[in-house]
């Protein structure tokens, strides 16, 4: 009898303690919650902490809006613009019978020439101009259907009006006015591509003859 009363049946005797289920489920709880933390943190630090962001201050590039205008309203009247008038082809006297026709419509005629250039070309014309002349060459091709604008060095508003092979005339006042007064769409923003201009370089070719 006093071998089994001395094997630990008693409150001090080594018998497995039993943990209760609810203080399991906050240790699992807390566990998850410090695991959940770190890989937030970690996910964050590798991403930069949202250094993708835009620092606060800095403005997003000005979109390209479309919008549609009267080009009449905006650009200048013939009287505002002077334009030499330059003959690239071989047929004589083309660019001063153009230039006539263009003085007639209120324009400013310069230099009445072949073109100092050299070139030949084999569309209808240039329209050539400066950065302060743009608005002026853009006038300039309603009246000469086909044109292509060509951006160049110089520094005043004037252009240069350079007929090409199939140049063959003006348009008539009738059609540039019903042009300068339909509605046009037109894109601005510096989200906007940049309008493409050819340079105006001289060719290795020959001059042709004076034909002006």
């Known amino acids: 009898m006093s071998m089994l009363s001395g094997q630990g049946l008693g409150p001090t005797g080594d018998r497995p303690r039993r943990r209760h289920p609810l203080a399991t489920t906050i240790i699992v709880v807390l566990m998850m919650a410090v695991l959940f933390g770190a890989t937030f943190g970690i996910v964050r630090l590798l991403r930069g902490n949202g250094s993708d962001q835009p620092s606060p201050g800095a403005t997003s590039p000005a979109p390209c809006v479309t919008t549609t205008v009267v080009p009449g309203v905006a650009l200048p009247k013939p009287g505002q613009v002077s334009s030499n008038v330059y003959n690239s082809t071989n047929r004589a006297g083309l660019a001063k019978r153009t230039a006539a026709d263009l003085g007639s419509r209120g324009f400013k005629i310069g230099r009445v020439a072949n073109d100092p250039l050299g070139r030949s070309i084999a569309g209808v014309a240039e329209i050539r101009y400066g950065t302060a ?48 007064k339909k509605p046009t769409p037109v894109a601005s923003g510096a989200g906007c591509p940049s309008p493409s201009a050819k340079p105006a370089t001289k060719p290795a070719s020959a001059s042709p003859s004076p034909t002006a």
């Open 133 to 180: 002349g743009l608005a002026n060459a853009q006038l300039m091709r309603y009246y000469i259907l086909g044109a292509v604008l060509v951006q160049d060095a110089r520094t005043d508003a004037t252009i240069d009006v350079v007929l090409g092979q199939k140049f063959k005339a003006v348009t008539p006042q009738k059609a540039v006015d019903a042009a300068l």
